[in-house]
Nanobody, 126 residues
Framework: QVQLVESGGGLVQAGGSLRLSCAASLRIFSTYTMGWFRQAPGKEREFVAAINWRGSDTAVADSVKGRLSISRDNNENTGYLRMNSLKPEDTAIYYC???????????????????WGQGAQVTVSS
């Protein structure tokens, strides 16, 4: 059974930083593309960032470009979302996701991901 577990969320002041981790129980993590999405109260889940299986291609949403970055360590079966210069509008539950159907791609839509974590709350105070 595939499990994705996010960690590293919490409460931070505006302008602060956090790093989210996504630990995967995938047998061969390096054959999966992975992404991060977020969902704020009353809003739909939205794309944040994605990285392909080798880490050779990434995509980042325009709303967070320059502040959030994605990376992965295939030896550790872990993906990361580094968040700098956080703003109150970044407050949301952050989900990591993984898929093996097209691992060379960086998917930006929720339907491109088969596996999802339970989410990590990030709250940015003003």
């Amino acid at each position: 059974q595939v499990q994705l577990v996010e960690s590293g969320g919490g409460l931070v002041q505006a302008g602060g930083s956090l790093r989210l981790s996504c630990a995967a129980s995938l047998r061969i993590f390096s054959t999966y593309t992975m992404g991060w999405f977020r969902q704020a109260p009353g809003k739909e889940r939205e794309f944040v960032a994605a990285i392909n299986w080798r880490g050779s291609d990434t995509a980042v949403a325009d709303s967070v470009k320059g502040r959030l970055s994605i990376s992965r360590d295939n030896n550790e079966n872990t993906g990361y979302l580094r968040m700098n210069s956080l703003k109150p509008e970044d407050t949301a539950i952050y989900y990591c996701a993984a898929d093996l159907r097209a691992p060379w791609r960086v998917g930006t839509a929720t339907e491109e991901y088969m596996y999802w974590g339970q989410g990590a709350q990030v709250t940015v105070s003003s």
